[in-house]
């Protein structure tokens, strides 16, 4: 059963308040969103403009320009989250112990699953300022077609999740660590294995089979055999680029490019986690985006940490 105060309400909760007060009295985010949307416009209206001055040369529109627009716009946001909420997260539980503030915000009458979903929702609460403020960039591509509300609410979903996935690994980490130096260096250390391990895990694994393959082949003849990454390939469902990348592939019309992935690495059986990938994927992160902000605030608990120092003696 779960407890009422693991989801507080954010209205209520103090160090939500807290957090967002400070935010709001700070300059610094809303110089981030005017310079962030300032790159995005220009870089619009200068692909428009381009598109505009061929349409007087040529007569052609061609209406895969703006469909390139969103791609991009698509991908600078992804890349904007994926590199951003660590950064939020990272130091906010390890930065109140360095201040020597976190036995005081812990003897309050705030609980450790109010500390970490105030710190949680506040940095959410940023990063869906950037993301809804760059709608109206995102929605030039609606004035020429080929993008539905459908899809634009698939990606939306997506970002939500690397959002809550990479900020709960910031926050694990600023739990575990003393020093919120070596929690972001250990948060993006996990996030860098999560995007570019996986893949380098499953081409080693691959390419090793290959070249057992061809030597087998070479001394008793015959035709090579089918070779893959064997069970090491559904460690990409933990990978965000691998469903960013199948969903812009969708959504872009290129579907075979989205089967690429699954071409790689040799793995042609069709099965229900591949044909029902983005899904699976998604609710794989959203788990173990769970099971990591409960790491954190059992780690928290003081009542836990003494019952595990008990154990150790």
Known sequence: MIKKNFLPDMKRNPVYQREMTISSRSARLPVIILLFNSILAL?????????????RITA?????????????????????????????????????????????????????????????????SRAALLVISSFPVMALVFVYGGIRMVDLGLLMVLYTVVALFSASLG????????KSTIATALSYGILLFLLLGTYVVNWFVASMARTGAAGYVNQVGGISAQVNSGQFFYLLLLNPAIAFYRIISNQAGNGDAAE??????????????????????????????????????????????????????
């Open 260 to 313: 690429n992935v699954i071409q790689w690495f040799g793995a042609r059986s069709s099965n229900f986690v591949l044909d029902a990938w983005i899904p699976v994927s998604i609710t794989l992160q959203t788990i173990l985006a769970v099971l990591l902000l409960a790491g954190a605030v059992r780690h928290l608990d003081p009542v836990s940490r003494r019952k595990e120092k008990r154990r150790k003696k």
């Open 60 to 124: 052609e529109i061609q209406y895969s320009r703006f469909l390139e627009l969103y791609i991009f716009v698509a991908l600078i946001e992804f890349i904007l989250l994926l590199g951003l909420m660590p950064a939020l997260t990272a130091g906010s539980i390890s930065g109140e112990r360095e201040r020597q503030t976190l036995d005081l915000l812990l003897s309050t009458q705030a609980t450790p699953a109010q500390i970490v979903m105030g710190k949680l929702f506040s940095s959410l």
């Open 171 to 178: 926050l694990c980490c600023s739990a575990l660590c003393k």
């Open 43 to 55: 870089v619009a209206f200068l692909d428009m403009y381009s598109a505009v001055s061929q349409v």
